[in-house]
């Protein structure tokens, strides 16, 4: 079934110095173990590396961001969604429409998922690392991203780091972030919690 799936877009393939940025998809059936090609339909992202996905609601993922190639060149800041609730041979890529300012292009960040929002952290613009915090409500039409102000200290910037949302206990709806590299090229192995309740509000570290 579809809920056994597991979704990959994109990445580079190769060596280091010696690579391809790809824009496939696959899907990768957990029971049979079985990678296949998704031929889908609609508007698919460009080619990209380190760009950050999500699973939103069931059968449905968003990809944001990332890397295209050398020479410091970034995917567009647009979002896209992958639709597979009719079936993998009728996968569809649709590109979400967003009004006002958005995140900018970025790589080695990260998206997660707590209903009803999107949230953005860090990663770099392309200059430099940053460690700001963005939103988009996926229940609120026109869709558009909010910048987050922390009202507590802000986590020093990062790329590569990795987050994920708490489901359960007394850490629920918190978004657990761990790692990543530093402006100074320094690998980071501290851990931050970004509380979420009505909005995404508030960054703890």
């Known amino acids: 079934t579809q809920s056994t799936w597991a979704i990959l877009f994109g990445g580079a393939t190769g060596d280091t110095g010696k690579y391809a940025i790809t824009g496939d998809t696959y899907c990768f059936d957990v029971i049979t173990r079985i990678w296949k ?21 069931a059968n449905q993922m968003v990809i944001y961001g990332g890397a295209t190639g050398g020479g410091g060149s970034l995917a567009t800041d647009d979002l896209f969604l992958l639709d597979i609730r009719n079936g993998e041979d009728n996968a569809s890529w649709t590109l979400v429409p967003v009004i006002g300012t958005t995140p900018g292009r ?16 860090g990663g770099n613009t392309g200059s430099e690392p940053v460690s700001d915090v963005w939103v988009l409500n996926v229940e ?66």
């Open 37 to 57: 090609k998704l031929n889908t339909l609609g508007t698919s992202p460009s080619p990209r590396a380190a760009h950050a996905a999500v699973a939103v609601e």
């Open 106 to 121: 970025r790589y080695g960040h990260t998206i997660t998922y707590c209903k009803p929002f999107l949230i953005v952290f």
């Open 140 to 205: 609120k039409a026109p869709f558009s991203w909010s910048k987050v102000e922390s009202k507590n200290d802000v986590p020093i910037q990062r790329v590569y780091h990795s987050a994920a949302l708490c489901q359960t206990g007394n850490a629920q709806n918190m978004i657990v972030i761990f790692g990543g590299r530093s402006h100074e090229q320094v690998a980071l192995n501290d851990t931050c919690l970004l509380y979420t309740s009505d909005a995404a509000d508030d960054l703890l570290c």
